[in-house]
């Protein structure tokens, strides 16, 4: 596998279910994201790992929960979600941006939810 | 106001045309600005990387102009495989990117 992989590819979940996304990077990044994309909106920036550590959180409400157990995976642990989270969810992976300077971001094919 | 800000378009035009995309930043912080380019229903790609001096790469050519916080995208000779929506990305030091929400392109045959 190269790049950036994303599973589910497509997951539908009612309110009360638990579910988790898994993004794995094979490109030796050290940074990982999560990004939200509704329809007509910009790309959300939701979470920021870098090394492991959790390093921004953008105000994301508590039934979103990531883990990031080491530099090449992270989940999203999804619980009680409200129909209006049903979006396309993006991880994406760079370079730490203090050492690479540009921190272009490599973007997995996303996890499209759709929250009955 | 938004941090980056786009015409949504569409933008409709025939194979072979120029066409210019504009985006505007906010944070006079801002530090790499790129283009990315998004396939419906498919993840960001990145383009280009936008700096000052301009750059070209084939038939695509970025500006930034630091001073009125403005980035463009030049685009010519116009291809069918160019439709796409095209993503104004600014990125604030150690922060992640922050997107503009896209031109959409529709070039015709």
């Known amino acids: 596998e190269t790049g950036v992989t994303q599973t589910p590819r497509h997951l539908v979940m009612g309110m009360t279910n638990k579910k988790s996304l898994k993004c794995e990077q094979h490109?030796?990044?050290?940074?990982m994201y999560w990004y939200k994309q509704s329809a007509k909106k910009p790309l959300e920036l939701m979470f920021v790992?870098?090394?492991?550590?959790?390093?921004e959180n953008n105000s994301v409400p508590s039934r979103f929960s990531p883990e990031c157990p080491n530099s090449s995976h992270l989940f999203l642990h999804l619980h009680t979600l409200q129909p209006e989270d049903s979006a396309l969810y993006l991880c994406?992976?760079?370079?730490?941006?203090?050492?690479?300077?540009?921190?272009?971001?490599?973007f997995g094919p996303g996890t499209r939810l759709t929250v009955l | 106001r938004k941090e980056v800000e786009q015409d949504p378009g569409p933008f409709n035009v025939p194979e072979g045309a120029t066409v210019a995309f504009n985006c505007t930043y906010s944070?006079?912080?801002?530090?790499?600005f790129f283009w990315y380019r998004q396939d419906c229903r498919k993840e960001p790609k990145l383009l280009m990387s936008?700096?000052?001096s301009g750059n070209e790469d084939g038939r695509f050519t970025a500006q930034l102009n630091r001073a009125s916080q403005y980035i463009s995208l030049l685009i010519r000779d116009s291809k069918l495989s160019d439709s796409a929506t095209y993503l104004c990305?600014?990125?604030?030091?150690?922060?992640?990117?922050?997107f503009g929400s896209g031109t959409r392109l529709q070039v015709q045959p």
């Open positions: 994406a992976s760079s370079q730490d941006s203090a050492t690479s300077g540009t921190n272009e971001q490599f």
């Open positions: 936008v700096y000052s």
């Open positions: 990305v600014v990125n604030l030091g150690r922060r992640a990117l922050t």
């Open positions: 790992y870098n090394f492991k550590e959790q390093t």
């Open positions: 944070n006079s912080a801002s530090q790499s």
């Open positions: 490109l030796g990044h050290n940074a």
